[in-house]
């Protein structure tokens, strides 16, 4: 059973170009979670979705931000018009959409690093 | 809104030794998760805690949630190479299970 994919690994986008983030879940899991890690700092919960759905955006920047996970095909963060300041490794997590102890338990991509020059 | 501390923030072991990671929420949690990074990469799922006094155990790891599920401590055994990385605890404050909050992490290293 594959883990949770996440493409590109590295991107390298300058300032004003847009940024699109790739995760596909675990097999069986329809719930899917980003959070991003920014230098020196912490890992920060972005957006929880479910297919075709999003859940919870709390942790969305207000302008430039959006995600995606349609009913088929992979989970999309995608970053409009990128700074410098967007420069973070981001993450995608899935969880099983079984209920039970199981569902609540969060596995992580890869990560995707993001560079903004 | 839930804040995680954990201690020590780095910890260097001789290889053999026993150690001991804490995570303290300022809050009541739902669910306390361990994870470990290795730099660059991304997170291994350790162990998930929901039940106050709960223990579990993997390998030579083992994690505790206290009774009032507000600090939990992870304990390696025996340390190795292999269990250097970053240890990051995360919550679950609102027991959906769904937006973790992170603590910042506990870099160890194991010398040989």
């Known amino acids: 059973n594959a883990g949770v994919m996440q493409n590109p690994r590295h991107l390298v986008r300058r300032r004003g170009q847009e940024a699109r983030l790739r995760c596909s879940p675990m097999?069986?899991?329809?719930?899917v979670y980003w959070y991003r890690q920014l230098p020196e700092e912490g890992l920060k919960f972005m957006v929880y979705?479910?297919?075709?759905?999003?859940?919870?955006e709390s942790g969305m920047p207000k302008e430039r931000f959006s995600a995606e996970f349609p009913k088929e095909g992979p989970s999309i963060l995608r970053i409009q018009q990128v700074v410098r300041g967007d420069s973070a490794a981001y993450f995608c997590?899935?969880?099983?959409?079984?209920?039970?102890?199981?569902?609540?338990?969060?596995?992580f991509g890869p990560g995707t690093r993001l560079t903004v020059t | 809104s839930q804040e995680l501390e954990q201690s020590p923030q780095s910890l260097i072991v001789q290889e053999g030794k026993n150690l001991t990671i804490n995570c303290t929420s300022s809050?009541?949690?739902?669910?306390l998760y361990w994870y470990k990074q290795k730099y660059g990469e991304g997170l291994i799922f350790l162990m998930m805690l929901q039940k106050g006094g709960e223990e579990k155990s993997h390998e030579k790891i083992t994690a505790k949630l206290d009774e009032k599920k507000q600090q939990s401590s992870l304990h390696i055994t025996a340390s190795q190479p292999s269990h250097a990385g970053i240890y990051l605890c995360g919550a679950d404050g609102t027991g959906g299970g769904n937006k973790l909050t992170f603590g910042t992490g506990t870099q160890l290293k194991v010398e040989l």
């Open positions: 809050k009541t949690l739902y669910g």
């Open positions: 979705l479910q297919k075709e759905n999003i859940i919870d």
């Open positions: 997590a899935s969880s099983p959409t079984s209920g039970g102890e199981s569902s609540y338990e969060q596995y």
């Open positions: 097999k069986g899991h329809s719930h």
